[in-house]
């Protein structure tokens, strides 16, 4: 209501708040907010110096979006295969990219569902081999490995702030960095590539955050350690009911060194996913499969040949698995509702 009563709706002094306190909550030295997540990937990526031809290693298992960021500044996603347990990117399929590909000059991960990747060894590959670290975090806002909150690991780690994230502005997005020339690249092309009035030196774009978003980003930030506490603890009913019935799978956290912050619980459903999902939807129950096809083997990126590699335990996880709710406004007798509904399903099945 203070900006709108301002009569100072547009990009202004609530973006330059929201960015500082954003930045800080996760542990980076600058922020800059943009229109969407999917405009903070671009941008990360044209500052990063991605340009036509490049190759950037990412996983084939995320929302479009991340590759797509890629495709944006003429570059080529090359796809890894994920592990098995956590959905995430794998460290030594991403080695034997590094050794076979030539031209790669980054590593975009995605800390999918709310849980980190193996960021510290992924880290350590990309200093090895002398490529850039990206992180796409739009599912991990306040996630963290080792205390330390992802978006914090690599030259960049970019922020959604979509309604179905942890916390939201509406639409809007956050470049993180610790290398100022990055900031300073990001909000030139954030703002026509302006640095000056009506100054215009490199291809920008307008993909700013205005006060209003920010001033409801401001309030959920506020509000994202209590979101976050409330996801835990809904996964860890879900954990404790879910865990031992047959043909159902509940996500695995590798060691107690990562904070999962379950913007999605992402159960394996190893027999009749198709089933399990009728069921849910006739008690009510919402429930979404995420994802159901890779990457590249959508028609974007068949027609374009994009897809030459092989993920076949990307493969087997498109087909098993499916999100169920785990958001903050569930209530004791919802969860109730859903052990029960998914145990009942799993003994009908065993
Ligand atoms: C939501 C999402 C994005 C895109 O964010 P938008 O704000 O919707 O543009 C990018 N990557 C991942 C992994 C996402 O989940």
């Known amino acids: 209501m203070e900006v709108l009563d301002s009569g100072i709706i547009a990009s202004g002094k609530k973006v330059k708040e929201f960015e500082e306190k ?94 980190c990747c193996a960021i510290e060894e992924i880290a350590a590959l990309a200093r090895e081999y002398n490529v850039l670290l990206i992180e796409d975090c739009a599912q991990a806002h306040g996630a963290a490995y080792k205390g330390k909150r992802a978006g914090s690991f690599g030259k960049a780690g970019i922020f959604s702030f979509y309604p179905t994230k942890n916390m939201t502005t509406s639409e809007g997005g956050i470049v993180l960095t610790d290398d100022e020339k990055v900031c300073e690249k990001v909000s030139l092309l954030r703002n026509h590539g302006m640095p000056g009035e009506y100054e215009h030196t490199v291809l920008g774009y307008n993909f700013r955050m205005t006060d209003v978003a920010a001033a409801i980003g401001l309030g959920q930030l506020e509000k994202l350690d209590d979101f976050i506490a409330s996801r835990r603890s809904n996964a860890c009913f879900l954990d404790e009911h879910l865990g031992k019935l047959p043909g159902i799978k509940i996500p695995h956290i590798p060691s107690s060194d990562y904070y999962h912050v379950y913007n999605q619980y992402t159960i394996r459903a190893l027999h009749d996913r198709e089933g399990l999902m009728r069921t849910l939807k006739e008690n009510g129950i919402g429930n979404k499969i995420f994802y159901p096809a890779l990457i590249p083997h959508q028609p974007l990126y068949k027609e374009r040949g994009i897809d030459k590699g092989e993920y076949p335990v990307a493969a087997k996880t498109a087909k098993e698995v499916l999100s169920i709710p785990v958001h903050p406004a569930l209530k004791e007798e919802d969860l109730k509702r859903i052990v029960e509904t998914i145990g009942e399903y799993s003994k009908l099945k065993a």
């Open 22 to 115: 954003f930045a800080q909550y996760v542990g980076s030295r600058y922020g800059t907010a943009v229109s969407s997540g999917t405009t903070a990937l671009h941008l990360a990526l044209l500052a990063c110096g991605i340009g036509p031809g490049d190759k950037v290693i990412t996983t084939p298992f995320s929302f479009i979006a991340t590759a797509n960021s890629v495709l944006y500044c003429g570059g080529e996603p090359v796809f890894c295969d994920i592990e098995e347990d956590t959905f995430n990117i794998k460290t030594e399929s991403i080695r034997a990219l590094l050794e076979k590909e030539k031209g790669v000059k980054a590593i975009l991960v995605v800390h999918l569902f709310g849980l």
